[in-house]
């Protein structure tokens, strides 16, 4: 195991350690959590840091790719982290599937001290940074052991220290303890929806999620990106109800479903105006994060209300 200590992340560790107390005198991640608490020198300093979450096959991959090009547009430095096993968040960036840090690390027999950064870190699309956390075989590990050993490569080899943003894309609308890992090390979640029955009520159990770990960790809701719908008034409504927002809407597009056949990302789609409205919401979206957004403090419905409330009369 590597037990180096970079000079530079000496003081930063210790501060984590510091606000690793104060959270233990705090409890633990909402009532009831059995959640392992974030290794507090493995916290990610310098960078803006933004987890994707939503329902499954809502577009998290999609956006997270795409918002990530879109910061490198405005002359960000960009890391891209997949958090699914199935490995494909970066695709459209890479045009190919990366190997994951657990594979890596597999090679290796788990030393990871034997690796270097570009056995696991891929440049993509206009400089973008890609890496694929991977995850445990089907049915057995936690996803929160994959997130923790990818971050804890990215800062043995100080690759977050020339980083502006990082962006978890996060497995569908999984919250238990492996996959909301990432939202111990975000500044800000996002959550992205459709205007429908099924994407609102995965949003608001994601929402819950997030509340829980804002009492023990710095990550605050950001707000909403529709996606894949021609109208947001059903979104609006429940952000409206419980304290959301909506930063950003994607349209029920063609060309995205095409640029995702293409292995592209739409900034390399070329410049049609329905692909050129896309881009600029992108653009105006990675403009709105990083100048900074509201820390929404929303409050989840119980699950009979939302299902009560969402639909026309």
């Known amino acids: 195991m590597n037990v180096f200590t970079h000079p530079k992340t000496a003081e930063r560790d210790a501060r984590a350690l510091a606000k690793a107390a104060g959270r233990a005198e705090k409890g633990e991640d909402g009532e009831g959590s059995v959640q392992v608490h974030l290794d507090p020198t493995m916290e990610i300093d310098g960078a803006k840091v933004f987890a994707i979450y939503g329902k499954g096959g809502i577009g998290k991959s999609t956006t997270s790719s795409n918002l990530s090009v879109a910061f490198s547009k405005i002359g960000k430095r960009v890391l891209q982290i997949g958090c699914d096993p199935k490995h494909d968040s970066t695709f459209t960036l890479t045009k190919s599937l990366i190997p994951t840090v657990i594979d890596i690390l597999e090679e290796v027999d788990f030393h ?184 929404l403090k929303a409050e989840p419905m119980k699950d009979r209300d939302i299902f009560d409330f969402l639909g026309f009369d």
Not at 225 to 242: F, G, K, L, M
């Open 112 to 295: 990871p001290e034997e690796l270097r950064p570009e056995d696991f870190v891929f440049e993509g699309y206009n400089g973008v940074q890609c890496v694929e956390a991977g995850g445990p075989p089907a049915g057995t590990g936690c996803g929160g052991y994959v997130v923790g050993q990818t971050v804890k490569l990215l800062k043995e080899h100080h690759l977050l220290e020339d980083t502006d943003v990082v962006i978890f894309d996060v497995l569908g609308d999984v919250v238990c303890g492996g996959f909301a890992s990432p939202l111990q090390h975000a500044e800000r979640a996002l959550v992205v929806a459709a205007n429908d029955f099924d994407s609102i009520f995965a949003m608001n159990r994601i929402v819950a999620a997030i509340k829980a770990k804002s009492k023990n960790y710095d990550v605050r809701l950001g707000g909403v990106i529709a996606n894949r719908s021609r109208e947001t008034d059903q979104i609006d409504r429940y952000n409206d109800a419980i304290g959301l927002k909506r930063l950003a809407h994607i349209p029920d597009s063609d060309e995205v479903r095409k640029s995702r056949l293409k292995k592209s990302t739409l900034f390399e789609m070329g410049d049609h105006p329905e692909i050129k409205a896309i881009q600029d919401e992108y653009l105006q979206l990675a403009e709105q994060l990083w100048a900074g957004t509201d820390e």
